[in-house]
C-alpha cells in the first residue's frame, strides 16, 4: 500500500493506522492510500483536488482530519457522491471524524468508517474541580448559527444569568442561515423564543466570558484545553456542548466532545443528530442517563432537537439544584470515563485490535484479499 499525504493542518497529525495495518498484513492488489485534510478553500484538498488525481488501483482509501465540508459548512453529502461516481472505476474507503455518516449515503463505490485517533502525543489534563458553582458553561466563540441560536434560547427562558458564554462579538456569523442545507422548519412558537432570545443577545445581555487565546500558530487543540480551558472548568460541573457541526443528520466529532470528557462535566451535546448515541457506541463511556434527559438526540428537526436539549434539561439549567452536590455524588463515574477515554486514545495495542478490525471489514467488502505478513 502506497500512502501520500496531500495537505494536512497544523497542530493536527495523521494517525499511523494505515502504515501499521501494512505491517501486520500483506494485500493481494496494489492499493493507493491519501492522507488529507479536507477543506473546499484555503491550503486543504477539495474534491476538484481529487479529481486531478490519476488515480491507479482499484480500491483507493482516503483517510481524512477534519469535517467534509462543502464551502457553506455543510456536510457534503451531494459532493462526495458526486465525486465517487465520476470515478465508478474505483471504489474509496474513507474514514473520517462524521459519526454514522453512512446513513445519508448510499454509493456502490463508497464504504465510510470511523477509525480511533492513534495521533494524539500530548493527554488532555484531567480537570480538578476547586469550587463548583449552580452555573453551567458553553464554549462558543466560533460564531456559527447553532451557537447564536443556543444562546439566544437560553436566554428567552430566562437561564443566562445561571450560565456562563465565550462569544466572540468581533467576528460575523460565519454561516448565514439562508447557505444552510438542512434547516428544517421552525415553528411559530420556536420563532417566537429565538426572537425574544435574540434581542437579549443583541445587546449583550448575558454572561461572558473573556479567556486570552494563546499566540501559537501551532497550537494543538489539548494544548489550548491543557494550558487554558482545563482551568476555567474547574468551577462548573455542566456543559452546553456547541459542536462544530448541527444543521446535519449525522455528527461530527471534534476536540469539544473530548474537552467535556476531560473536564468532568454533565454534557448536554448541540451537535447533529444522535451525537450522545454515537458516543456512547463509539467510546462506550457513561452518558449520566439517568441525570441528564439526552431524549432530544435523535430529534431529525433541528430547531426542535436544539430546543427539547436545554427544555428536558430545565432541572440543571435554571440554577434550582445544588449541582456540586450532584457532582460529587457522581464522581466516580466521570473518573471512569476519564480511564475509558484515556486507555483507548493512548493505548496502542487496544487501538491496532479496534482499527485493524474496521480496516479489515473495509477491504472485505470489496473483496481485498488480505494475509499475515
Not at 184 to 211: Q, Y
Not at 294 to 306: A, K, P
Request: net charge negative; with cysteine; hydrophobic share 35%.
Amino acid at each position: 500500500m502506497e500512502i501520500k499525504t496531500l495537505s494536512f493542518a497544523p497542530g493536527i497529525p495523521f494517525n499511523d493506522t494505515f502504515e501499521s495495518f501494512c505491517d501486520k498484513y500483506r494485500l493481494d492488489e496494489d492499493i493507493e492510500c491519501y492522507q488529507l485534510f479536507f477543506c473546499p478553500w484555503g491550503n486543504g484538498t477539495s474534491f476538484e483536488d481529487l479529481d486531478k488525481i490519476n488515480f491507479k488501483s482499484r480500491v483507493v482509501i482516503l483517510n481524512i482530519i477534519d469535517s467534509i465540508i462543502d464551502k457553506f459548512d455543510n456536510t457534503a453529502i451531494k459532493e462526495l457522491k458526486d465525486f465517487c461516481r465520476r470515478h465508478p472505476e474505483h471504489n474509496f474507503i474513507v474514514s473520517s471524524p462524521h459519526f454514522n455518516i453512512k446513513r445519508e449515503l448510499s454509493v456502490p463505490n463508497l464504504y465510510l468508517d470511523e477509525i480511533m485517533p492513534t495521533m494524539l502525543t500530548e493527554p488532555f489534563r484531567r480537570c480538578e474541580k476547586k469550587e463548583i458553582s449552580n452555573k453551567f458553561v458553553s464554549f462558543s466563540n466560533s460564531t456559527k448559527l447553532h451557537r447564536v441560536l443556543t444562546i439566544s434560547y437560553l436566554l428567552s427562558k430566562d437561564y443566562g444569568k445561571n450560565g456562563d458564554f465565550t462569544f466572540n462579538f468581533e467576528h460575523e456569523l460565519i454561516s448565514q442561515p439562508q447557505v444552510y442545507k438542512n434547516l428544517g422548519v421552525m415553528s411559530d412558537e420556536l420563532k417566537a423564543s429565538f426572537a425574544k432570545g435574540h434581542e437579549l443577545f443583541k445587546n449583550k445581555d448575558f454572561n461572558r466570558l473573556e479567556i486570552e487565546p494563546i499566540q501559537d500558530k501551532d497550537l494543538s487543540p489539548a494544548k489550548n484545553y491543557n494550558e487554558i480551558l482545563s482551568f476555567v472548568y474547574e468551577n462548573y460541573a455542566i456543559e452546553i456542548v456547541t459542536g462544530t457541526m448541527f444543521f446535519e443528520k449525522s455528527p461530527v466529532l471534534s476536540e469539544k466532545e473530548m474537552q467535556s470528557v476531560y473536564s468532568k462535566n454533565f454534557p448536554i451535546f448541540l451537535n447533529g443528530v444522535g451525537m450522545a448515541k454515537e458516543m456512547k457506541k463509539f467510546f462506550d463511556i457513561d452518558l449520566f442517563e439517568d441525570i441528564i434527559d439526552h431524549s432530544y438526540d435523535g430529534i431529525e428537526n433541528h430547531f426542535e432537537r436544539l430546543a427539547a436539549a436545554i427544555d428536558r434539561n430545565e432541572k440543571l439549567l435554571n440554577g434550582s439544584m445544588n449541582i456540586q452536590e450532584l457532582w460529587f455524588d457522581n464522581r466516580h463515574r466521570f473518573d471512569y470515563n476519564c480511564d475509558k477515554i484515556q486507555s483507548m486514545l493512548f493505548d496502542g495495542s487496544y487501538q491496532k485490535v479496534f482499527n485493524f478490525k474496521k480496516i479489515r471489514q473495509a477491504l472485505t467488502h470489496f473483496n481485498v484479499t488480505l494475509n499475515l505478513r
